[in-house]
């Protein structure tokens, strides 16, 4: 091939090899390369600006996952990375530590998350930038739902020299991807459910650091070995402590039950 760029000429070179051999291997007809074109066709129809079918149906087929192992392979003894997924919105508000990400009551069982940014030596990191987000109740985003404020269950948080954060969130709730277009189709037909375990997102950054984008999931959802996107970790399983509302630390005016959990999130050194 005459292709100028390498890198572009070795992916190409290997992807038509792959394809070919994946046509001779399972002898595909001419039906079912058809039937493959429309389901691909039906994918890019399916793509908003908030909703991303592609980035879907490479979450599905757990491409997502292995991009992901290989990107951080290296950084074994840090907080483990997992799928960014499509509801990121970059802009989140910078919020004051201790602040909440729900904007006000109802879109959860209030959560107080809080924990030490530090190095894989355990040297705790001054000025770490945390970017967190999360679903209501209802299993949407904001930026999937216009009943929600724009910044709701969203925001950055900076550590100070101690590397300590602390906000509340909501005690976060399993929620179904998207599961009315063409990757919804496939899940349908090879049997799968369309559901993710409860769980918080985090983009975690610090100057001289390799960034993590990451999850913490609530050891309690019963799709912690399901999960459709495959993204699950052992090590980002965390355990949000229940409190009764007259306990110490509840958040103020809180009538229910409410929840804790102290995660430390761990970055490695920039090679
Ligand atoms: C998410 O966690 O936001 C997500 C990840 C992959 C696919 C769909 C949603
Ligand atoms: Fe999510």
Not at 217 to 236: H, I, N, W
Request: hydrophobic residues 35%.
């Amino acid at each position: 091939m005459a292709t100028p760029d390498e890198r572009l000429r070795f992916l190409l070179e290997r992807m038509v090899r792959h394809l070919h051999e994946f046509i001779e291997e399972t002898q595909l007809t001419q039906d079912e390369w058809a039937a493959a074109i429309e389901f691909l066709t039906a994918t890019g129809k399916a793509c908003t600006p908030i909703r991303q079918e592609f980035v879907l149906l490479s979450d599905t087929l757990g491409v997502s996952m292995l991009v992901d192992l290989l990107a951080n392979r290296g950084t074994e003894t840090a907080t483990e990375s997992t799928v960014l997924g499509p509801f990121y919105v970059p802009g989140s508000c910078t919020r004051q530590m201790g602040e909440s990400i729900a904007e006000r009551d109802g879109y959860g069982d209030p959560a107080f998350v809080s924990g030490t940014v530090k190095s894989t030596a355990g040297r705790p990191i001054d000025g770490a930038a945390l970017d967190v987000w999360q679903n209501a109740s209802n299993g949407k985003y904001a930026v999937q739902d216009d009943q929600q404020p724009e910044q709701n269950l969203r925001g950055k948080f900076h550590t100070g020299p101690d590397g300590r954060f602390w906000f509340w969130a909501v005690r976060p709730t399993d929620y179904r991807i998207a599961d009315d277009g063409p990757v919804g189709r496939m899940l349908a037909a090879t049997g799968r459910h369309p559901w993710r375990p409860a769980h918080i997102h985090l983009k975690v950054s610090a100057l001289g650091y390799r960034p993590v984008t990451t999850h913490l999931f609530d050891d309690e959802s019963p799709y912690l070995t399901t999960d459709a996107v495959f993204a699950v970790k052992p090590s980002l399983v965390c355990h949000f402590e229940r409190h009764e509302p007259d306990e110490p630390g509840a958040p103020v005016g809180c009538s229910r039950t409410w929840f804790s959990l102290e995660h430390d999130l761990v970055l490695a050194e920039e090679a």
